[in-house]
């Protein structure tokens, strides 16, 4: 009985070194993955000009309530009807490759303001939040633009691209002052897209499923327990009846799809989406110059006539 006895202890403490050396495996691959990606400023190799696509725009430089300073980019226009505010993706490109956005908009009667967030081009910061923490970023864009005489009373809309998607979305479901919402290839919670990369790695997907816990703890170590809560496909249930325009491309692989799908798990009914085909995490054929794609264009321009053209039912 004693030998019995010691050998199922023997076999007790196997199983717990096991166990504790397969939670240290897993807790450990987060930062040994994320460190190089996250903890750095992004110093982009090509930015853009207002003046290459004929555009005139003010420097700007923005203030958190964390105490970063945000670099921005104003580009008017005359009588506007909005005011978009721009954000890019996590190592590119730089904002100011929207310059191209801001003209055709311009052109139709939208105001905007471009901003790189924290930890890219000139704002300061030397790590990258993931959406977490760029919500107080995009506050001090609306502080900015409710202070400004020619755009009291004017609806802001906020408009991203990839991690940039991310951020707009958690950024309306924070600031009530934003009246719209467009996201292009905008990931559902940083897990799913972690999880989701290992498993387009190679890796076994019940494995995936056991890190993503891992994940989200090291991002809320890294971040703050007061964000937990501060990704899309929970902040989009704090839309109310705001109009949102979800874009994604079906075979995207940088962001799956699915990302999408687990949003719109979430959102209101009245949340507007359209589809591409292909590969295309840039969504429109031609990012510098989208009036090029004539339905990528429409489409956006339709969504914004729709919701706040002098005509519009809000």
Known sequence: MRKRSKKRNIL??????????????????????????????????????AEDFALESAELTLRTADGYAISAFEVEADDPKGVIIFISGIHNPSVTAFFGHAKLFREHGYASVLYDTRAHGKSEGNVISLGYLETMDTQAVVDYIRGQEMYQDLPIIVYGLSMGGAVAINSIGQIPEIAGLVSMSAYSSWEDVFAENMTAMGAPRFLTKIQEPFVKLYTLLKFGWKRAD????????????????????????QVSYGNLERILQKAPSHVETWTRPGDEHLITIDFLHPENDLEYAQRVLDFLEANFGPNASL
């Open 230 to 253: 501060i990704y899309p496909k929970k902040q989009i249930g704090n839309l109310g009846n705001r109009p949102a325009l979800l874009i994604h491309s079906l075979e995207d692989s």
């Open 12 to 49: 007790r403490w196997i199983l717990l070194g096991l166990l504790l050396l397969g939670v240290g495996t897993f807790a450990a691959i987060p930062p040994l993955v994320m460190g190089d990606m996250i903890n750095m400023h992004v110093d982009f190799q090509t930015v853009y000009r």
